[in-house]
């Protein structure tokens, strides 16, 4: 398989999904600045969409959207436990957490992140992401991890998402739980090699 990624951005979930799941695969740069691989290829005539992240199976079939692509990776290492059995309710909650990572909180990032974006929309966001957060915060009350104590992928979305909070001022540190999720997060070898793999730490 090959992960399409640029460092830092939401292929940082699947990347995490794929070295803790144990699971070969080529990790290829696709910043998405320049949109030029390391080649020289143009990444829009792999992916038209030009975004990341992006799989490719080695049978050359592809998918695009991070938490489709996080279920797939965890299917294929079931002993891993990285997801609830399909069909189980505990399944639904997995997506429930993976859906509302993506809409709520990675979303909302997008105005923060837009250059140009006016001061004010910039605060709106800062605040909607802010009361998003304090929910998380009491759904960690009493698990380590947001299905339970068992790390699943909606883990390393939710970590690769609250991540970026440092980089667009918005605060956690009022949110202790939160805070230990992303230390208790940060230790996992398999966060760690992801990491380095994108250059995010020594």
């Not at 990624?5 to 699971?23: D, K, W």
């Not at 299917?75 to 509302?100: M, S």
Request: proline share 6%; with cysteine.
């Amino acid at each position: 398989m090959k992960l399409y990624y640029s460092p830092g951005a939401c292929s940082l979930s699947p990347h995490i999904a794929l070295h803790e799941a144990g699971l070969a695969f080529e990790a290829i740069a696709a910043p998405t600045k320049t949109h030029k691989l390391a080649d020289g290829t143009d990444y829009y005539s792999i992916n038209p969409l030009g975004y990341v992240p992006l799989l490719v199976l080695d049978d050359g079939r592809q998918l695009r959207e991070g938490p489709a692509i996080v279920q797939y990776i965890a299917d294929q290492a079931p002993e891993k436990q990285l997801a609830p059995a399909a069909g189980t309710f505990e399944r639904y909650k997995l997506q429930e957490w993976l859906t509302f990572i993506g809409t709520e909180l990675h979303k909302s990032f997008s105005p923060l992140f837009t250059p140009g974006m006016p001061e004010e929309v910039k605060a709106a966001a800062r605040t909607r992401l802010g009361g998003r957060l304090q929910w998380v915060e009491g759904q960690l009350a009493e698990h380590a991890y947001l299905m339970g104590q068992q790390f699943t992928v909606a883990d390393a979305y939710l970590f690769t998402v609250v991540g970026w909070c440092r980089l667009v001022g918005v605060d956690i540190s009022a949110l202790p739980r939160l805070g230990e999720f992303m230390a208790r997060m940060r230790a996992r070898p398999g966060v760690q090699a992801a990491l380095r793999a994108e250059g995010l730490r020594s």
